[in-house]
C-alpha cells in the first residue's frame, strides 16, 4: 500500500482587520471597518498588506471585491432570526419608543390586555455614525464602477421621476438632469492618472446617483424595460436596490465634512426613504437625524441675506438653488416632526435654530438662467411640490404638540391641545380646491395623476394627528374617546381612498400600513376598555376596520409591515365584538360607562372641536360671572362637626371642590353637593379667581409662521 504523504499546510491570508482578527469579530472588510467603529479603534484598523494584494489580484477592477464580500448590514440588510411562534405580533418594527404615553404601542400597554412586542429589531443595519474619514480615491473609484452603464442609468432615471420622486419632491428633474449630464462629462478626467480639481458638485453626485437608481428599483413597475435583467445576474431587484443604496451610502463616507453639500444630503434623504420602505423603521429614524446634522453641518438650515457675488447673470440660478435647498430642509422638518408625535421618539431637526425660509409654490424651469423664482399663480397646475407645502401648513403644529403630549395628562395641556386642534383644522378647511379632503376641484387629476395620491396621503396626514390629539386624553375625557373614533374613521377611509389610488409597486410604501395599524388599533383600545360607550359608532367602525384588514391581504407580499399589523388589529377586533355581546348597554343615560381599566376618579367632559352643542350661557358677552354659582347634584358628605372640611388633594378658590380633572363639588351654606356631568367646567376659565387660571396660556406653543421655519 502507497503510504500516504502529509499534506503540505496552506498558508491561509486572513482578510479581517487586524483588531478584528485578534477579538474575533466579525469584520466588513471596510476601512475602517464597522466593528472598529463601533468601538472607537478606527485609527488602528488596519489590514495586512498580503490581504489587500490578494484582494487586488482577485478583483483588479475593484467593481465587486469588498462589496461581494460584505455580509453584515448594511450591505446585506436580509433579516435574520426565525419567524415568532408568539400569538402577539412584533410591533417593534414599526419603531415605537419605548418611553412616552402617547403612541399605539403605550397605549397597548396601558389595556394592559396585549403583549408587547417581544424583541426589537436586530443590530444597527445602518452605519449611525457616517464617518467624515479622509476621501480614499481609490475606493471612490472603485465604488464608481459599480454604477449600470449610462443607458441603464437614464432608464432608471426616467423610472425615479415617474414612480418615486412625486412622493416627496425632495430632487427636481429639471435640476438634476443636467447635474446628470455634467457627472458623465467629468468621468474621463476622473479616472484620468492626474485627474483635474472637480467641483464638490461633480464629486458628491454618485452618492446621490446611487440612491436614484436603488429607489427605482425598488418601486420597478410591472411594465419595465425587460433589459434591466441583465444587471440582475441571479439577484431580485429588491437586492439590486439594497445594494446600489448600500454603495450611496459607503460613497458618503468618504467624503470630508467640507464635501458635504445639498447633493450629499438629498443622498442621505433618499436611502432614510428606501430604508423606511423596505421596513428598517429604527434604522430610517437614525439616519435621519444624521441627515439633518450633515445639513446643519452644510449650513443649509440659514438664510442667505445677500445677492450672488458671481454677478448679474448668475443670479438667477443662484435663487433656484436655494429655492432647491429650501425645498430639502422642508421635507427634512417633516419627516423628523412626523415620526417623533407618532413613534414617541425624540426629534432630531431644532427649527427654532433655522433662519431659513419656506419656499416658493413654483415649478423650476429647464434653463434656470433666464428667470428667477415666482409664486405660481392659483389658477395654474400645481407642482409636485405643492403638497408638501400644503402638508407643512398643516402639520405645523407638530411641534408644540410633541411638547404638550408627553408625560401624564395634565388639563393646562389638554386645552392648549384643543386649540391647536382649532387651528389645524382651520388649516385644513382653507386648502386649495385640487387639495380638499371633500369635494376636491379634480381638473389637474387626469394631467397630473399623482396628485390624487397626494390629497389623499395628507388627508389621512391630517386625520391621524387629529387622532394623536384626542388619544393624548383618552383615558380620561370621554368625548376624547369618541373623537380618537371618529377620527380613526377618518384615516381608514383615506387609506381605502389611498390604496385605490396606487399601482401594485407602491403597495410597498410605509404609511399604506402604518397609518391603518394606528388607526384601527387606536379604535378597537376604545371599544375594549370602554365597552358601554359609542355603541351607535360600532358598525360603522367594524367595517372600516375590516376593510382595512383585506387591504392588509392584498399588500402583504410587499410591504413588511401588513402581516404584524393586520395580525394585531384581527386580535384587537376579536375581543372588541366579544365585549360588545357580553357587555349589555347602560340602561339609561345617565348611568356610568363600564370602565375596564383603574382610574382616580371621572372627569368631566369637556367639549372638542368635534362636537356639536349648543354654546352655554357662560359664554354669551352679557353674562354676570359675580353672581354665577354651580349647579347642585346630590349632597355630598364631606363635613366634620358641622363644619366643611377640605377633602385631599382638591382647591377651594372657586367656590367648590376643584380635583385632578376639574370640578367635583360645590359648596353652598357650608353643604358640598356633587357637580353634576352636564355642568360646563370650561366657566372656571374665564373667572378671575379661578384656580385653573395658571392652566390657560393666550399663546400656542410650538405654532410656526407660514413664511419661516
Given at each position: 500500500m502507497q503510504s500516504q504523504r502529509p499534506r503540505k499546510q496552506r498558508n491561509r491570508i486572513s482578510f479581517s482587520c487586524t483588531n478584528c482578527r485578534q477579538g474575533k469579530y466579525r469584520c466588513d472588510r471596510r476601512t475602517p471597518c464597522s466593528t472598529c467603529v463601533r468601538r472607537d479603534t478606527g485609527e488602528a484598523c488596519q489590514y495586512e498588506e498580503a490581504a489587500v494584494a490578494s484582494s487586488r489580484r482577485s478583483c483588479p477592477t475593484g467593481s465587486q471585491g469588498a462589496a461581494a464580500s460584505k455580509k453584515s448590514p448594511p450591505a446585506d440588510m436580509r433579516r435574520q432570526g426565525v419567524p415568532s411562534t408568539t400569538k402577539t405580533p412584533d410591533l417593534n418594527i414599526f419603531g415605537y419608543s419605548k418611553m412616552g404615553a402617547n403612541h399605539t404601542l403605550a397605549i397597548l400597554n396601558e389595556l394592559s390586555r396585549v403583549d408587547s412586542a417581544s424583541t426589537s429589531l436586530r443590530n444597527d443595519r445602518t452605519r449611525n455614525s457616517m464617518p467624515r474619514s479622509p476621501s480614499h480615491y481609490d475606493n471612490y473609484l472603485r465604488l464608481l464602477r459599480g454604477l449600470p452603464p449610462r443607458l441603464y442609468a437614464y432608464i432608471l432615471v426616467d423610472m425615479f421621476f415617474e414612480q418615486v420622486n412625486w412622493q416627496y419632491s425632495v430632487i427636481d428633474r429639471n435640476y438634476f438632469m443636467p447635474q446628470l449630464a455634467d457627472f458623465y462629462q467629468a468621468i474621463p478626467s476622473i479616472f484620468s492618472e492626474d485627474p483635474p480639481d472637480i467641483s464638490s458638485d461633480v464629486f458628491t453626485f454618485p452618492s446621490l446617483l446611487f440612491q436614484v437608481v436603488g429607489s427605482a428599483f425598488q418601486f420597478l413597475p410591472p411594465d419595465y424595460d425587460r433589459s434591466l435583467h441583465d444587471l440582475c445576474m441571479g439577484r431580485s431587484f429588491d437586492d439590486l436596490a439594497k445594494s446600489y443604496?448600500?454603495?450611496?451610502?459607503?460613497?458618503?463616507?468618504?467624503?470630508?465634512?467640507?464635501?458635504?453639500?445639498?447633493?450629499?444630503?438629498?443622498?442621505?434623504?433618499?436611502?432614510?426613504?428606501?430604508?423606511?420602505?423596505?421596513?428598517?423603521?429604527?434604522?430610517?429614524?437614525?439616519?435621519?437625524?444624521?441627515?439633518?446634522?450633515?445639513?446643519?453641518?452644510?449650513?443649509?438650515?440659514?438664510?442667505?441675506?445677500?445677492?450672488?457675488?458671481?454677478?448679474?447673470?448668475?443670479?438667477?440660478?443662484?435663487?433656484?438653488?436655494?429655492?432647491?435647498?429650501?425645498?430639502?430642509?422642508?421635507?427634512?422638518?417633516?419627516?423628523?416632526?412626523?415620526?417623533?408625535?407618532?413613534?414617541?421618539?425624540?426629534?432630531?431637526?431644532?427649527?427654532?435654530?433655522?433662519?431659513?425660509?419656506?419656499?416658493?409654490?413654483?415649478?423650476?424651469?429647464?434653463?434656470?438662467?433666464?428667470?428667477?423664482?415666482?409664486?405660481?399663480?392659483?389658477?395654474?397646475?400645481?407642482?409636485?411640490?405643492?403638497?408638501?407645502?400644503?402638508?407643512?401648513?398643516?402639520?405645523?403644529?407638530?411641534?408644540?404638540?410633541?411638547?404638550?403630549?408627553?408625560?401624564?395628562?395634565?388639563?393646562?395641556?389638554?386645552?392648549?391641545?384643543?386649540?391647536?386642534?382649532?387651528?389645524?383644522?382651520?388649516?385644513?378647511?382653507?386648502?386649495?380646491?385640487?387639495?380638499?379632503?371633500?369635494?376636491?376641484?379634480?381638473?389637474?387629476?387626469?394631467?397630473?395623476?399623482?396628485?390624487?395620491?397626494?390629497?389623499?396621503?395628507?388627508?389621512?396626514?391630517?386625520?391621524?394627528?387629529?387622532?394623536?390629539?384626542?388619544?393624548?386624553?383618552?383615558?380620561?375625557?370621554?368625548?376624547?374617546?369618541?373623537?380618537?373614533?371618529?377620527?380613526?374613521?377618518?384615516?381608514?377611509?383615506?387609506?381605502?381612498?389611498?390604496?385605490?389610488?396606487?399601482?401594485?409597486?407602491?403597495?410597498?410604501?410605509?404609511?399604506?400600513?402604518?397609518?391603518?395599524?394606528?388607526?384601527?388599533?387606536?379604535?378597537?383600545?376604545?371599544?375594549?376598555?370602554?365597552?358601554?360607550?359609542?355603541?351607535?359608532?360600532?358598525?360603522?367602525?367594524?367595517?372600516?376596520?375590516?376593510?382595512?384588514?383585506?387591504?392588509?391581504?392584498?399588500?402583504?407580499?410587499?410591504?413588511?409591515?401588513?402581516?404584524?399589523?393586520?395580525?394585531?388589529?384581527?386580535?384587537?377586533?376579536?375581543?372588541?365584538?366579544?365585549?360588545?355581546?357580553?357587555?349589555?348597554?347602560?340602561?339609561?343615560?345617565?348611568?356610568?360607562?363600564?370602565?375596564?381599566?383603574?382610574?382616580?376618579?371621572?372627569?368631566?367632559?369637556?367639549?372638542?372641536?368635534?362636537?356639536?352643542?349648543?354654546?352655554?350661557?357662560?359664554?354669551?358677552?352679557?353674562?354676570?360671572?359675580?353672581?354665577?354659582?354651580?349647579?347642585?347634584?346630590?349632597?355630598?358628605d364631606v363635613t366634620q362637626s358641622g363644619t366643611p372640611s377640605t377633602p385631599p388633594n382638591v382647591d377651594l378658590t372657586c367656590g367648590g371642590i376643584i380635583g385632578q380633572y376639574g370640578p367635583v363639588a360645590t359648596v353652598v351654606d357650608n353643604v358640598y353637593y356633587t357637580v353634576p356631568d352636564t355642568w360646563d367646567p370650561m366657566i372656571f376659565l374665564e373667572r378671575s379667581d379661578s384656580g385653573m387660571a395658571n392652566f390657560t396660556s393666550n399663546s400656542v406653543e410650538g405654532g410656526y409662521e407660514q413664511d419661516s421655519f
Open positions: 443604496s448600500d454603495s450611496g451610502i459607503e460613497m458618503l463616507a468618504l467624503f470630508e465634512k467640507e464635501s458635504l453639500n445639498l447633493i450629499s444630503v438629498q443622498a442621505g434623504f433618499l436611502r432614510v426613504a428606501l430604508l423606511k420602505s423596505f421596513g428598517y423603521v429604527v434604522e430610517a429614524y437614525r439616519m435621519i437625524g444624521q441627515v439633518v446634522a450633515d445639513a446643519e453641518e452644510a449650513g443649509l438650515h440659514l438664510e442667505s441675506d445677500g445677492l450672488h457675488e458671481g454677478g448679474v447673470e448668475n443670479t438667477p440660478p443662484w435663487l433656484w438653488y436655494h429655492e432647491m435647498r429650501r425645498r430639502v430642509m422642508v421635507n427634512l422638518w417633516l419627516w423628523d416632526s412626523q415620526m417623533s408625535i407618532v413613534l414617541g421618539k425624540p426629534s432630531k431637526a431644532n427649527a427654532g435654530n433655522w433662519s431659513i425660509i419656506l419656499p416658493l409654490d413654483a415649478p423650476i424651469p429647464v434653463d434656470r438662467s433666464q428667470s428667477v423664482p415666482m409664486k405660481r399663480p392659483p389658477s395654474e397646475k400645481p407642482t409636485s411640490f405643492t403638497h408638501r407645502l400644503l402638508e407643512y401648513r398643516l402639520l405645523s403644529q407638530l411641534p408644540g404638540l410633541s411638547k404638550l403630549i408627553q408625560g401624564e395628562f395634565s388639563p393646562g395641556n389638554y386645552l392648549q391641545i384643543q386649540q391647536h386642534q382649532q387651528t389645524m383644522r382651520e388649516l385644513a378647511e382653507a386648502l386649495p380646491p385640487a387639495f380638499r379632503f371633500e369635494n376636491p376641484d379634480t381638473q389637474w387629476d387626469a394631467e397630473c395623476p399623482w396628485i390624487k395620491t397626494q390629497r389623499e396621503y395628507s388627508c389621512g396626514t391630517t386625520w391621524l394627528s387629529f387622532l394623536v390629539m384626542h388619544r393624548y386624553s383618552m383615558f380620561h375625557i370621554p368625548q376624547s374617546r369618541t373623537g380618537v373614533i371618529i377620527c380613526g374613521i377618518k384615516v381608514l377611509q383615506a387609506q381605502e381612498r389611498h390604496f385605490r389610488t396606487l399601482s401594485v409597486q407602491h403597495y410597498k410604501l410605509y404609511a399604506l400600513a402604518f397609518f391603518t395599524l394606528e388607526a384601527a388599533t387606536a379604535i378597537m383600545v376604545v371599544f375594549i376598555a370602554y365597552p358601554t360607550e359609542n355603541r351607535d359608532l360600532f358598525a360603522t367602525a367594524m367595517s372600516h376596520v375590516k376593510e382595512s384588514i383585506a387591504r392588509m391581504d392584498a399588500i402583504n407580499a410587499s410591504n413588511p409591515f401588513a402581516r404584524p399589523a393586520k395580525e394585531l388589529v384581527e386580535l384587537l377586533m376579536r375581543r372588541a365584538e366579544n365585549l360588545y355581546k357580553e357587555v349589555k348597554p347602560p340602561s339609561s343615560p345617565s348611568s356610568p360607562p363600564q370602565n375596564l381599566l383603574p382610574q382616580d376618579s371621572t372627569p368631566p367632559q369637556y367639549s372638542t372641536i368635534y362636537t356639536e352643542t349648543k354654546p352655554s350661557a357662560w359664554q354669551n358677552d352679557d353674562f354676570d360671572f359675580s353672581d354665577y354659582t354651580p349647579p347642585q347634584g346630590q349632597p355630598l
